[in-house]
């Protein structure tokens, strides 16, 4: 009996090894095949083919393929195409065009004297009132007791009063305090070189970079070549807004690496632009907070090493119109630094305090030279002082 069960358990298990065999050669796959060649290593790597590179979107921006019939049967070439630029506005009358964008000065300053003015009897409380929106335009207190007094005498004089006799009468009070006899051309022709040279200046977020855009604009719509040169390296991005501008009326910009020497920078631009051949060099500066001294004295220093080719022509300084009396402050500290030759007024469209014109004039004894009406690009003018005060009292 033990002998038959010894059997049955050695064939069972002899069944279930010759199962598993039969299942695990089933699963088995098979092998691939072998290759039918094998690549020779040795063999030189196939010609390249002309036009075998496919060319990048802005490659295809930046040229196109002109089929030449050359003499010598050579391949087509690539020619490069000319970038589309801008033309400016002329500058001609600029401020004229602009004269809208004074609404808020002119209802502010203008109107609201020629109100005053127009009353049958001017006691002492409407002079009073005159004296505060003169003050609240920021002309500034010794700018505005001249006016008063001036209109004073005139209207004592005058007795009966016209609105149109009002209107010439503040007109040629306003043209005395701004100044029709001081000269406002930005300098950039020297009699005795080229190219002409043109430094910025200005506290940080006065519109500075853009303004020097905006000015390279203004030259170019005059008939002028122009180079800019990015000194101002600690702002990332004002080497590249810069050169924007530039590129769009086919000005060069020279720039150096972020936070490098800007005293380096712009005298490599005016070295580029002497080779270059240009009319005008423009170089922006970094916007310097004017309670910086250390800042301040590097704009000093921007300044020497740049005189090293030649003398500035012009150093612009830029001020926001809507700071008022703070924008004052700051300009009589960056005249310590440098020899400020002229004001450039930004966002005057956007403030009622048309008078700072008076004021900083009279702060620096250096005239307004170009004021700033808008973002637009050709929104930035030459100061007329006959349109200025116009647009200010209305027709």
């Known amino acids: 009996m033990e002998t038959v069960i010894l059997a049955v358990v050695i064939a069972v298990v002899v069944l279930g090894a010759l199962g598993g065999l039969v299942v695990g050669s089933r699963r088995k796959k098979p092998l691939p095949p072998p290759p039918t060649s094998v690549p020779d290593i040795t063999a030189p790597p196939a010609e390249p083919h002309v036009g075998d590179e496919a060319e990048t979107p802005r490659d295809e921006a930046r040229r196109t393929i002109e089929e030449v019939d050359l003499p010598d049967g050579s391949a087509p070439v690539a020619v490069e195409e000319p970038p589309v630029l801008d033309v400016p506005e002329p500058t001609a009358g600029r401020l004229v065009r602009l004269r809208s964008r004074l609404s808020r000065s002119q209802s502010a300053l203008g109107q609201g004297l020629l109100t005053l003015l127009s009353r049958e009897h001017l006691d002492e409380d409407t002079w009073e009132e005159i004296e505060e929106i003169l003050l609240t335009a920021d002309v500034g207190v010794a700018p505005t007791q001249e006016l008063v007094d ?13 609105p149109q006799e009002l209107r010439t009468l503040l007109r040629e009070e306003l043209l005395k305090l701004v100044g029709t006899d001081i000269d406002r051309t930005v300098k950039t022709e020297p009699e005795d070189r080229k190219p002409g ?66 005293a380096s920078v712009a005298f490599d631009a005016v070295k580029e632009g002497k080779e270059m051949g240009v009319d005008v060099v423009l170089i922006d500066t970094a916007g310097r907070l004017h309670t910086k001294t250390g800042l301040m004295d590097e704009l000093g220093k921007v300044k020497r090493v740049v005189e090293k080719h030649a003398p500035l022509d012009e150093i612009l300084l830029v001020l926001d119109a809507t700071t008022g009396q703070n924008g004052l402050v700051q300009a009589r500290v960056f005249a310590e630094v440098v020899d400020i030759t002229g004001i450039v007024l930004t966002k005057l469209d956007g403030t009622a305090k048309g008078g700072i014109v008076i004021a900083v004039q009279r702060e620096l004894g250096v005239p307004v030279k170009l004021i700033g009406l808008g973002e637009g690009a050709d929104d930035l003018a030459p100061f007329e002082p006959e349109a200025f005060v116009d647009a200010l009292i209305g027709d």
């Open 197 to 262: 040279i043109v430094m910025v200046v200005g506290v940080n977020g006065t519109g500075k970079t853009t303004t020097t855009g905006k000015l390279a604009r203004v030259l170019v719509a005059d008939g002028r070549t122009v180079v800019l040169g990015a000194a101002d390296t600690f702002r990332a991005a004002a080497a590249d807004q810069l050169q924007t501008w530039g590129e769009r009326v086919g000005a060069h910009t020279v720039r150096g690496p972020e936070a490098g020497d800007p």
């Open 150 to 162: 001036g209109l004073r005498e005139r209207v004592k004089v005058l007795g009966t009063r016209t």
